[in-house]
């Protein structure tokens, strides 16, 4: 199994900034992507941003230019800095570890981030 912890949310206003980190430990093997998703009020939980252990990234349509992933593989951290965040940011982000195969996964127990307008 694969612990994740998620650190660095709260509130923040329009346009303003924020910090994820997430730490994983456990099972943990040099092959795996690691990535932030989001879950607001009465929607479906979606990616925001997910990089392999090869430090390939892939963003949502709706964050690139504002959000960058990055990830610290001796570490095995994973953060997201978001910047000019908007209302509709606004969600509980979940930490999600991935291993080689797509189908054995891990997540975090989410943090809450809210932008207020």
């Known amino acids: 199994q694969v612990q994740l912890v998620e650190s660095g949310g709260g509130l923040v206003q329009s346009g303003g900034s924020l910090r994820l980190s997430c730490a994983a430990s456990g099972r943990i093997f040099s092959i795996n992507t690691m990535g932030w998703y989001r879950q607001a009020p009465g929607k479906q939980r979606e990616l925001v941003a997910t990089?392999?252990?090869?430090?390939?990234?892939n963003y949502a349509d709706s964050v690139k230019g504002r959000f960058t992933i990055s990830r610290d593989s001796a570490k095995n951290t994973v953060d997201l800095q978001m910047t000019s965040l908007k209302p509709e940011d606004t969600a509980v982000y979940y930490c999600?570890?991935?291993?080689?195969?797509?189908?054995?996964?891990?997540w975090g127990q989410g943090t809450q981030v809210t932008v207020s307008s």
């Open positions: 999600k570890y991935t291993y080689w195969d797509p189908g054995d996964y891990y």
């Open positions: 990089v392999t252990s090869s430090g390939r990234t």
